[in-house]
């Protein structure tokens, strides 16, 4: 079974250059995360998808970050500006549609690192 | 607000030795805790789950402890080996759609 697949792995970018990056999940996960990793610090969720709905972006900084997931699958985050504080390694999760009483196991992709200079 | 925490960035630990992992959280609403192991320029992988309503579980060489009084779990890995070198990071579930809150990791270092 072929793993959550990210591209691009690293990317270099000035700030207030735009960024995306494109996430594939495992085939027939419902589930679909981004997160943010700074160096030195845990993943924190910035939004999930349910299908292809947004079930939480609660920490997603709507004023330049933007994410959708066309047809239930893949799915793009952009940055439009980037800052300099975006650095960080974006990894994308996919689960499959789990109800609240269960859980079902996040799978991680190897993640996008961004610099932004 | 950091509702989970490892307070230890690292652990040096001796292969064929025990390596115990701790974290705490904040939320007792957490229902589900689990455990992942970031090897370099890969993306995490679970390893272990307990749910709030265990205080133990088990799986092979891994072993997670439950402290919900004291808002504290614990990870054991018997007998260490230096494949097991890894970043482990600590996640709860909070209710609801299924969102992970994580910690901030802990550094394994298992020398021959």
């Known amino acids: 079974e072929a793993g959550v697949a990210q591209s691009p792995r690293y990317k270099i970018i000035e700030k207030r250059q735009s960024v995306a990056f494109w996430c594939n999940p495992i085939?027939?996960?419902?589930?679909l995360y981004w997160y943010q990793q700074i160096l030195g610090q845990g993943p924190k969720l910035l939004i999930q998808?349910?299908?292809?709905?947004?079930?939480?972006d609660s920490q997603l900084p709507k004023d330049r970050f933007s994410a959708e997931r066309l047809k239930g699958v893949d799915s793009t985050l952009k940055i439009q500006p980037a800052k300099l504080e975006d650095s960080a390694v974006y990894l994308c999760?996919?689960?499959?549609?789990?109800?609240?009483?269960?859980?079902?196991?996040?799978?991680f992709g190897p993640g996008t690192r961004l610099t932004v200079l | 607000d950091q509702q989970v925490k490892q307070n230890s960035p690292s652990l040096s630990v001796q292969e064929g030795r025990i390596s115990i992992l701790n974290c705490d959280y904040t939320?007792?609403?957490?229902?589900?805790f689990l455990w992942y192991k970031k090897y370099p320029a890969e993306g995490p992988t679970f390893l272990i789950s307990?749910?709030?309503?265990?205080d133990k579980n088990e799986d092979g060489r891994f072993t997670v402890f439950l402290n919900k009084s004291a808002k504290h779990l614990s990870l054991h890995i018997v007998p260490s080996q230096p494949g097991d070198s890894a970043v482990y990071f600590c996640?709860?579930?909070?209710?609801?759609?299924?969102?992970?809150?994580f910690g901030t990791g802990t550094r394994l270092l298992v020398s021959p």
């Open positions: 999760a996919s689960s499959l549609e789990g109800r609240i009483s269960s859980y079902n196991e996040q799978f």
């Open positions: 998808f349910q299908n292809n709905g947004v079930v939480d």
């Open positions: 996640a709860a579930r909070g209710t609801g759609f299924q969102k992970l809150v």
């Open positions: 085939s027939g996960h419902a589930t």
């Open positions: 307990i749910s709030s309503i265990k």
């Open positions: 939320n007792s609403m957490f229902d589900y």
